[in-house]
Every structure is written in C-alpha cells, then in structure tokens.
C-alpha cells in the first residue's frame, strides 16, 4: 500500500494485487493522513527500496492536505502536523499531531487496511 501523485494534483492509494499489478484509487485527506500516520507507526511491512516513501514524500503529501483543507479548524491541525513532519520532531509528536487532524477516534492502520481490501475487491 502506498501512494502516488495523479496529474489532477491529487494523490492516489496504490496497491499491489495478488497476481502482482496495482489497483488504484482517488484518495482523500483521511486516506492520506492515515497513510502518514502508519508510515510513523512503522506499521506496514517495509516495501522494496524503489518503492519506498522518504521523510520528504510524506511531508509533500501531509503538506498537499493542509494546502487543500476548506474547513479552519482541521486547517490548522494540518498545518501542526505539517510542522512536526518539516522540524523533523519525534514520531509520537509526529503521530500525536497527525491523530489530531485525521480525528483521534479513527484508527489509521484500520482505515488503510480496509481501504486494501476494497481495492482488492475484499469489500
């Protein structure tokens, strides 16, 4: 599971299906939050190193979704967890901030795994 740019200056959830292609969708902000909350985690097995997200990547899309926040409130927390990821802060500040913006009674690992399935055509 991972994430890539899409020419619509969005992003998409990309994943690797069993016969070995990917299957993709548009993602949104919780997609993209969770995604950088289980990157933190350390809670997805590690993925080839061509494939693999740097610090850099997941400060682009953390940043990509305060720049396109609406609502002020939620603005702002993103523009918190926007600053633990850009100062490089420790990753429970880092996870703290972003459990924040995504809404702290949602499970980020949960989200994403359930996102795998419908993309798998799980659900």
Do not use: W
């Not at 993209?32 to 740097?54: C, H, I, K, Q, R």
């Not at 996870?95 to 996102?115: S, T």
């Amino acid at each position: 599971m991972g994430f890539a740019p899409t020419l619509d200056d969005g992003y998409a959830l990309v994943v690797g299906g069993p016969s070995g292609g990917t299957r993709r969708r548009d993602a949104d902000v919780d997609d993209l939050l969770a995604l950088a909350a289980v990157y933190f985690e350390e809670s997805l097995d590690e993925p080839p190193d061509d494939l693999a997200a740097t610090f850099g990547d997941i400060g682009s899309l953390v940043r990509h979704t305060a720049e396109h926040e609406t609502d002020p409130e939620r603005c702002r927390l993103l523009g918190e967890a926007v600053d633990a990821v850009d100062d490089g802060l420790a990753a429970d500040v880092t996870l703290a901030r972003l459990g924040r913006a995504l809404g702290n009674d949602v499970d980020a690992a949960a989200l994403i795994r359930k996102r795998v399935s419908q993309l798998l055509g799980g659900d």
